[in-house]
């Protein structure tokens, strides 16, 4: 008797990484990419220092200016006001995408969007950005970034035929390039991209974001300048006890990131009690930034220069308690309004003052507290330790620091996560009612093989079994919903259910037909016993066949089957050996 072949999954050659030649071409493509990144890095400074040129001195010219150089007397409220009305109108005849952080929205399009981002958006976000920072918004450009090249990789992308997964391989290339360009830290953009974006760290993915920030690295210097961006001498205090100080730093704006993200969503909440169109919620938002901007100009736009008058300590003490307390409410207004613009650079500027004042009760320079500040806090704000850890001693060429930044880095993350079920970041996607986990662990099911979990040795009906005979027996005395039929020398035939043992209660004619030839004309999915267990869950889902027979290399012989119970048995001890507890050292034993 011939017999149809049975559909098996292909055998899979077991290896610590899952990676094919596709990972060299995404790093090929990756390079474009990183262009691209470095370009809209290069691009989105221009269009700040022009709307900034434009808004606060009246002229035409993208060279560097500060805000705090301007003398436009009481007008000072109004720029602002002006700056996010265009951008409302932006938003809400261009897109409404480009309000908002940046990365939320990269991350709602990563694991929600299939990692297509419009040109539309591509063009939107970094001119309103542009706008909204070059008229006063107390924002920093790594969030538009982000999202501009993002979108440059995605657009990229969508121009070949990929999956969603290399889409979103290129799409965060393309963030992680922009980040590097604009602030010369490529290794903290690398670790940006695993903890934040990818939601996994496999060499497919990771390969071509090294390459997409190493590419936009080296065009860095030609379009934005080469060196630390905050290049400062901070010299370590040099007591036996800095990693404790700056793990006590680290806790402390640990706490001001908790209260910094919860602000932030009370604010947003009352501007959606607002009775006017959203449209207009940032130019309401604008006029508390205007009014901080009569305080203090220094909390108005990027503050880059803040940010490097903290690390030199050359700003007074009045001008960095106005960073604390004003700049903070000015920012968490005018992000809760919905207008376009980043959390980063705000948070290291806030992290940083509140490291600075505690440093004037510490040995050591106060610029060098500053910096652990910065590290802590956006490492509580972000739930990115390493990143916050290594994007201070980048930004700062401080890289003895390392040390007390990961300690500072860890506190901040320890108290974080205790204190907010969530991020700054994902709170915004979550209030959308998407909820995401952001702990990436191995899939038990990868961990373990089909020979591991099956039962074996299972009830099986033989070939020469008559139909008629499998429906009584179906009827009196089976136990499981399905049985293998094997033929004489243990080898299968094929699966009969009690489905089919109903379906034949109702042809008699069929009553004397063997087993054998009522199967025959079926393929049979099947796995081998060093068949990973996911791959069999995979083809559960796809054949709708919920006990996969595991079958012998070569002979077709049953050595075992797997059902859905196997695999949900496996989730339940993996659950146990995360929650179970249990002492072993020490414990009285039965005698």
């Known amino acids: 008797m011939s017999l149809t072949p049975m559909r098996a999954v292909e055998t899979h050659q077991l290896a610590d990484h899952s990676v094919d030649r596709r990972m060299a071409l995404l ?47 009481l007008l000072l409220p109004l720029i602002p006001v002006i700056g996010a009305l265009v951008v409302g109108l932006m938003a809400r005849f261009g897109s409404d995408k480009i309000r908002g952080h940046g990365i939320p929205e990269a991350i709602e399009t990563i694991l929600f969007g299939e990692s297509r981002l419009s040109l539309k958006v591509a063009l939107l976000k970094p001119l309103s950005s542009a706008i909204s920072i070059g008229s006063g918004g107390p924002f920093g450009a790594e969030g538009p970034i982000i999202m501009t090249g ?18 979103k ?12 360009a604009i602030f010369g830290t490529p290794l903290a953009a690398i670790l940006l991209a695993v903890e934040v974006l990818l939601f996994e760290w496999k060499p497919r993915s990771f390969v071509p974001v090294v390459v997409g920030a190493l590419v936009s690295f ?17 010299p370590l205090p040099g007591t036996s006890w800095d990693l404790l100080a700056a793990a006590a730093i680290g806790m402390a704006v640990g706490v001001e990131a908790a209260f910094l993200s919860t602000a932030l969503y009370r604010i947003e909440d009352l501007f959606h009690r607002l009775p006017v169109h959203w449209m207009w ?32 300590a050359s700003l007074p003490m009045r001008a960095i308690a106005a960073l604390l307390v004003v700049k903070a409410v000015v920012w968490l207004v005018a992000l809760g309004s919905g207008t376009s613009g980043g959390v980063l650079a705000p948070i290291l500027i806030l992290g940083g003052a ?32 390493m990143t916050g850890a290594l994007f201070a001693v980048e930004l700062t060429g401080a890289f003895d620091a390392v040390p007390c930044t990961i300690a500072a880095a860890g506190g901040a993350y320890g108290v974080s996560v205790l204190l907010m079920r969530r991020s700054i970041l994902t709170e915004k996607i979550a209030r959308r009612g998407r909820h995401i986990l952001q702990e990436y662990t191995v899939d038990p099911l990868d961990l373990l093989q089909a020979e591991q979990v099956m039962t074996r040795d299972p009830a099986t009906l033989p070939g020469s079994m008559t139909i008629g005979e499998a429906v009584a027996f179906f009827a009196a005395e089976a136990v499981h919903r ?27 004619d069929a009553a004397p037909v063997p087993l054998a030839e009522a199967v025959s004309d079926a ?53 146990a050996a995360e929650t179970g507890r249990s002492r072993f050292i020490g414990r009285k034993r039965d005698v």
Request: aromatic content about 8%.
């Open 281 to 312: 919620w940032p130019a309401i938002g604008s006029v508390v930034v205007g009014l901080g901007g009569l305080i203090d100009a220094h909390v108005l736009g990027a503050g880059y220069a803040s940010i490097q008058g903290l690390l030199d």
């Open 354 to 385: 509140a490291g600075f004042l505690l440093g004037q009760y510490l040995p050591g320079e106060p610029g060098f507290w500053a910096m652990i500040g910065m590290a802590g806090i956006m490492s509580g704000a972000m739930r990115a330790p």
């Open 169 to 180: 391989t290129l799409l965060v290339a393309g963030a992680a390039a922009g980040m590097t």
């Open 27 to 73: 790093a090929l493509m990756a390079i474009v990419v990183g262009t691209g990144g470095a370009l809209g890095a290069w691009l989105l400074v221009k269009l700040i220092a022009i709307a900034t040129n434009l808004f606060w001195f009246g002229r035409l010219s993208a060279d560097h200016s500060l805000i705090t150089d301007a003398s436009v007397g």
């Open 150 to 167: 993002g979108a440059i990789g995605s657009l990229f992308a969508q121009c070949f035929h990929l999956s969603a997964a290399e889409r």
């Open 482 to 508: 399905s049985y293998p039929v094997v033929d004489s020398e243990g080898r299968l035939l094929g699966l009969v259910s009690r489905a089919d043992a109903l379906r034949w209660q109702m042809d008699a």
């Open 523 to 575: 393929a049979q999915p099947v796995a081998y016993p060093d068949t990973p267990a996911g791959v069999v869950a995979d083809l559960i889902i796809e054949s709708g066949i919920g006990r996969i027979p595991i079958v012998a290399h070569g002979t077709r012989r049953i050595v075992g089957l797997l059902s859905r119970q196997d695999l949900l048995k496996i989730r339940s001890a993996h659950r």
């Open 218 to 234: 080296a065009w860095r210097p030609f379009l934005i300048g080469s060196g630390p961006m905050f290049a400062a001498a901070l």
